[in-house]
């Protein structure tokens, strides 16, 4: 009895993955290894007098996630729904610890350095924990999901704690990533649209206005975006090198490497806006692969979701290409200065060795879920 109670919760596990999806992350992140090796050089040299600092760190994080992508991804994603409480509590606790033993850096407690050289940044694992946790609780919830009071009001609740202690911090931008992908989660398992659009407008608009209002840096953002010339040496200047990064590079780029606005010109060109240093030395071509392979591995993730054997893998798979997209979109977003900067890391892409190696356990759910849906094609 026991084992077939075993052959049933796993038999998927020996199908293969989605060749497509893992073909389109070793793609993404061989890029992005490139692309932190030439945007970081110049930054590492004058920092540490080693222009492959941070490609080594990056490199390193790099192989341990792919290692922990494979490990997952013959770990049956069915495994995680078990622990949905202690994955709230986990979350909770460790966006706790960041005001009281994080390190502040820019303003800002966003991250816990366990050593001087190595740092995690809570709110990335919360991302994941978050879309654990909400896809175990829309299932077991379900019939009560199309109800305003104990569907939206009270799901939405729960979440409460959580963008809270992220404002403190503040990490306004993970918040509105959280909110994002779950709002999504919601709706897809059957909370109604209307909810969301009534409830944005007389709460969520005024909120984000008075969020805004009320934190002279973000005010100053908003109107660095409507006018950045107007403070070119200040707060307007990231973004207007960035634009002529962007510029500069023309339809093929001016070559991998040879790229002038990393050379202190932009900020840590490394990490947020990394993109305008793709689109400088790779050009118009360059930066449609990428958003083409971004765009490849959405249509994945949403393919799995739609194929998945239950809504629990379904609501994962759809929360984890949720956040995929809404960073690429918010990111790409900032550097062509369509919308005010905001501290959005590119996947795969920017520098973050923590971040990156949550980014690929992710991708290893990601395929498990996969191997799932095999029988279903």
Known sequence: MAKKKKKTFSSFLKNPIDFTLLITILL?????????????????????????????K??????????????????????????????????????????????????????????????????????????????????KDRDELEKYGKGFIKHLAILIPIIALLLIEPHFSASMVIIGIVSIMMIVAGTKFWHFLATGAVLGVPGIIALIALEPYRLKRVITFLDPWKDSTGSGWQVIQSLYAIGSGGLFGVGLGESKQKYLYIPEPHNDFIFSILGEELGF?????????????????????????????????????????????????????????????????????????????????????????????
């Open 58 to 139: 990056q490199a390193i994080f790099a192989g341990a996630g792919l290692f922990m992508m494979w490990v997952i991804s013959n770990i049956d994603y069915r495994f995680y729904q078990k622990y949905y409480k202690l994955v709230y509590i986990i979350a909770f606790i460790s966006l706790l610890a960041v005001p009281l033993i994080g390190r502040e850096v820019n303003g800002a407690k966003r991250w816990i350095y366990i050593t001087d050289s190595l740092s995690l940044q809570p709110s990335e694992v919360v991302k994941l924990l978050m879309i654990i946790f909400y896809a175990t609780i829309l299932v």
């Open 285 to 377: 071509i360059g930066c449609a692969i990428v958003i083409i392979l971004f765009g490849i591995f959405i249509w994945r993730g949403i393919l799995i979701a739609m194929k998945s054997p239950d809504m629990f893998g379904s609501l994962v798979a759809i929360g984890i290409t949720t956040q995929i997209a809404i960073q690429v979109i918010i990111n790409i977003a900032v550097v062509t200065s369509s919308m005010p900067a905001t501290g959005m890391p590119l996947p795969f892409f920017s520098y973050g060795g923590s971040s990156l190696f949550i980014l690929l356990c992710e991708m290893g759910i990601l395929l498990n879920i996969s191997k799932a849906t095999k029988n279903k094609e």
């Open 28 to 56: 993404l992140l061989s890029l992005g290894l490139i692309m932190v090796l030439s945007a970081s050089s110049p930054s590492a040299l004058s920092e540490s007098g080693n222009s492959y600092s941070y490609f080594y």
